[in-house]
């Protein structure tokens, strides 16, 4: 076995090292949150459930709040947000001027879910927000019983 001077060892770990960190970055995807096919991106970060009452997807490119409104019946309902891009979301959501849930989620995928219950049928105000634009959002209220 050939014995190599410490100072070419030494280049050549750090070569090996480089190597391995730019096959790996290589492998990792960057989402482009500007050219992403939000309903695609929907279909498997949030597939659609049973008892789905509304839904939405979009884009967030800047800190301002992207608004929605539903009409919903009254019941007790799941809603779920998710995010990707980086960062955190927040979907906040009122009726009749009453907030009834300020729900965050962590922009990797991971989905985040809170119970609400409306007395009666009316208007749910929902508004999605990031202070860490650029992220794609989805959200899905779901029947709960």
């Known amino acids: ?71 919903v019946p009254a019941g007790t309902y799941r809603l779920t947000l998710v995010c990707e891009g980086g960062g955190k979301a927040f979907l906040a959501v009122r009726s009749g001027g009453k907030e009834l849930a300020d729900l965050g989620a962590a922009c990797y995928g991971t989905r985040e879910s809170v119970k609400i219950a409306l007395a009666e049928a009316g208007r749910l105000d929902l508004s999605a927000s990031s202070v860490d634009a650029p992220l794609i959002y989805a959200y899905q209220l779901v029947s709960a019983g």
């Open 1 to 71: 076995m050939a014995v190599l001077p410490p100072s070419l060892s030494r280049a050549l770990s750090v070569a090996a090292a480089a190597a391995v960190l730019l096959g790996l970055s290589g492998c990792a995807q960057q989402l482009s949150v500007e050219n992403a096919d939000v309903p695609a991106w929907k279909a498997t970060a949030l597939p659609s459930a049973s008892g789905l009452v509304a839904e939405d997807a979009g884009k967030i490119l800047n800190a301002q709040p992207v608004d929605h409104t539903e009409n």
